[in-house]
Structure formats: structure tokens, C-alpha cells
């Protein structure tokens, strides 16, 4: 029995561009294994950054089948989230992983790729990665960086999922931070108030030290990487303090004043260190 894996590819850009990936199973069964899915994902890769260098794209998806004897569709995959959810399960592919949603980053206009109008190229699969372990919430924090933020769908279901399933930890927690400071988009501060009615509050009031500690990382990250924080460092001390301070105020809200001053110390430490960079 001769079974075939074919993967219509489709994206659209400067130009509509189409392939047709084909690939010999090597199994006789018409059941995708480790080596099929690792044969998938590097295609796809290679596929996708085959059509980036051919011009700037904005969209890619793509339709799975298992063939047999080259007419019989024994099986079909339509969609990331399908795909990666049977990936996911093999922990071998992790590598493969990060190489895919990190190629799809680099999308038109400098911003990540879009599977659907709705759907960024890559969420199937981070999504899919954080449901195995929260572990991978670092990396769905660094997912969610690249993605159009100030055209949110799916986003604040998604984050509310992650932090339901697996509550208030020091994992998410820094989901919490960066959802506020570099991931809050168009409903990140909304979002982080809701957290903090619905138990983020009651954790940072138990973890205060470690969750200082995660805000000055996030700080640091989004003075550096974010525009909006990156222009406050241009401003006088006490001018940038008031604009760093202010773009938390749902947070700062709810500190003690001496976590404020901590957090006041660190921002000048920050501030005299770029000047001293410069």
C-alpha cells in the first residue's frame, strides 16, 4: 500500500503565490507519525520562507491530505490549530516548532502573517504548545510581541483560557505583566483590570517580591523593544517616571507605596543607564 502526504499551500501578498507540497510516507499506514509530522513542519518552513523571499506576504494557509494510491483521501488536516494539536504531543518536534511560528513573523509591513482575517499564522500552534505545559508561556508571551495587537480577535479569550487553566503562578503572572506593558494592544489594560478583580491581586499581595521582580524584566523588555516606552527614555527623568508610571496606573493602583518607590528606584536606575549608553 503506497499512501502520500500532499499539502496545498496558499499566500497572498505583493502577489498570490501557490505551491503544492508533496510527501512520501514512511510508513505503510495511512496514520501520520513523528517523522511525517517533522517532514510537514520543515516543508511548511521551508515553503513559507520560500514565498517570503519571493515578496512581502500577509496571509498563508495551507490544506493537509493523506493520499492513497495517488486519488483516495484517507485523511485531511485543514488549519493549525488541527495540525498542532496532534504535533504537540510529540515533544521531539519542540525545535521545529519555534522555527515555524518564528519564520511566520516576518510577515508584511515588518508584522507577523496572518493565517485567516482573523487568525495570526502561528496561534494554532502556540496555543496548542501552552496547553502541554505552562512552561511554554514564555514563548506565547514572545508569540504574542510579533502579532498586530491593535487588531485583537482571538486574544483575550486566549490569554483568559491560559490563566483559568492554570492560575495565578509565576508563569502567569509574567502573561499578566506583558499584557499590560508590551502585549497590551488594543485590550491589554482592560484585560489586566479583569485579572486583578478575579484573583491576580490576591497573588501579588502573597508574591510580592517575585512579582517586582517580573515587572522590572518586563520594564526593561518594553523600554527597549516597545516604541511608546522606547520614547519615554528620550524624556527628562521626572518626566519619563511620570509616563512609565502612568501607562501602569491599573497596577500602581493597588501597590503600596513602598513597592512604588522600589519600583521608582529601578526606573531611574534605567533611565541613567541608557544616558550612560548613549
Not at 513542519?41 to 490544506?63: H, M
Not at 491593535?150 to 486574544?155: G, K, L, M, P
Request: aromatic content about 12%.
Amino acid at each position: 500500500m503506497s499512501y502520500t502526504i500532499k499539502i496545498d499551500c496558499n499566500a497572498s501578498g505583493e502577489n498570490s503565490l501557490s505551491e503544492q507540497i508533496v510527501i512520501s510516507k514512511t510508513t505503510t499506514n495511512k496514520e501520520l507519525e513523528l517523522t511525517d509530522y517533522q517532514n510537514i513542519l520543515q516543508s511548511l518552513t521551508a515553503t513559507l520562507t520560500s514565498f517570503i523571499e519571493k515578496g512581502e506576504i500577509y496571509e498563508f494557509n495551507y490544506i493537509i491530505k493523506v493520499i492513497y494510491q495517488e486519488e483516495m483521501v484517507m485523511d485531511s488536516i485543514d488549519g493549525e490549530m488541527a495540525l498542532f494539536e496532534k504535533i504537540v504531543k510529540h515533544k521531539e518536534l519542540l525545535e521545529f516548532i519555534n522555527k515555524y511560528v518564528n519564520t511566520a513573523a516576518n510577515g508584511k509591513y515588518g508584522k507577523r502573517i496572518w493565517e485567516d482575517s482573523e487568525t495570526p499564522l502561528g496561534n494554532g500552534a502556540m496555543i496548542a504548545l501552552v496547553e502541554t505545559d505552562k512552561k511554554y508561556i514564555k514563548n506565547y508571551i514572545d508569540f504574542l510581541r510579533t502579532c498586530d495587537l491593535d487588531h485583537e480577535v482571538s486574544q483575550w479569550g486566549d490569554i483568559s483560557d491560559i490563566i483559568n487553566t492554570y492560575g495565578y503562578s509565576s508563569e502567569t503572572s509574567e502573561l499578566a505583566i506583558a499584557r499590560l506593558m508590551s502585549c497590551a494592544g488594543q485590550h491589554g489594560k482592560e484585560q489586566f483590570e479583569d485579572f486583578l478583580e478575579n484573583g491576580l491581586e490576591t497573588y501579588i499581595t502573597e508574591n510580592k517580591k517575585s512579582f517586582l521582580t517580573a515587572l522590572i524584566a518586563e520594564t526593561k523588555y518594553s523600554l527597549y523593544y516597545c516604541n511608546y516606552y522606547h520614547n519615554c527614555l528620550e524624556a527628562p527623568k521626572d518626566d519619563f517616571i511620570n509616563e512609565v508610571i502612568e501607562s501602569i496606573e491599573e497596577l500602581v493602583s493597588i501597590l503600596d507605596k513602598s513597592d512604588v518607590d522600589f519600583y521608582t528606584k529601578e526606573l531611574i536606575e534605567m533611565w541613567e543607564a541608557h544616558r550612560v549608553l548613549k
